[in-house]
């Protein structure tokens, strides 16, 4: 079994369970930044802002957050790359700019309305019929757990350790017995 040390109980050691688990959520995240990171590509700027101008008019700052809150958080765009985007469609006739309370407001043209209905349908936050939800509640409570891991493996007693490292390898077996569902 290579150089890993198993416990009585089957599983990692509870030294290794901290590391283990480390380990693990390293490779989660490396997949879950694949696909989905903090920068997107060109087209989705520009898909994500005529998406959002499809539903309402909307000023730059309510672009950035309106996208910041429909992704979770996972894209937060810059105000450098909204505002060229917004100028731009303005450039090519999809979007008008009128300027209310100090702030310009953008809305789509009769020409960006027909676009903006085929980027709503590709938004960024938009999900696949009958996919589900991309990511559920899982990456984040694995990253909670990977932190309990972490301070019961710096600062628990050995009997702690080795509850922890039981409770960590009957999680483990539930979780295969769910993908396991059909």
């Given at each position: 079994m290579g150089s890993q040390q198993w416990s009585r109980h089957g599983g990692f050691s509870p030294s290794q369970a901290g590391d283990a688990m480390w380990d693990a959520m390293e490779q989660l995240r490396g997949q879950f930044d694949k696909r989905v990171g903090t920068r997107m590509g060109r087209g989705d700027v520009r898909a994500a802002v005529l998406a959002l101008l499809h539903e309402e008019p909307m000023h730059g700052y309510q672009v950035i957050r309106e996208i910041t809150e429909r992704t979770d958080g996972r894209w937060k765009p810059s105000a450098g790359s909204v505002y060229p985007t917004l100028q731009l469609l303005a450039d090519e006739g999809l979007v008008h700019a009128e300027?209310?309370?100090?702030?310009?407001?953008?809305?789509?043209?009769?020409?960006?309305?027909?676009?903006?209905?085929?980027?709503?349908?590709?938004?960024?936050?938009?999900?696949?019929?009958?996919?589900?939800?991309?990511?559920?509640?899982?990456?984040?409570?694995?990253?909670?757990?990977?932190?309990?891991?972490?301070?019961?493996?710096?600062?628990?007693?050995?009997?702690?350790?080795?509850?922890?490292?039981?409770?960590?390898?009957?999680?483990?077996?539930?979780?295969?017995?769910?993908?396991?569902?059909?």
């Open positions: 300027t209310t309370a100090d702030r310009k407001v953008y809305s789509l043209t009769e020409e960006g309305k027909a676009e903006a209905e085929a980027a709503a349908a590709s938004a960024p936050w938009s999900e696949p019929e009958g996919d589900g939800p991309r990511f559920g509640g899982a990456p984040k409570a694995g990253a909670e757990l990977a932190q309990a891991v972490a301070q019961v493996v710096r600062s628990g007693s050995s009997d702690q350790q080795e509850r922890a490292a039981e409770v960590l390898n009957d999680a483990r077996r539930k979780i295969y017995t769910i993908l396991a569902e059909d």
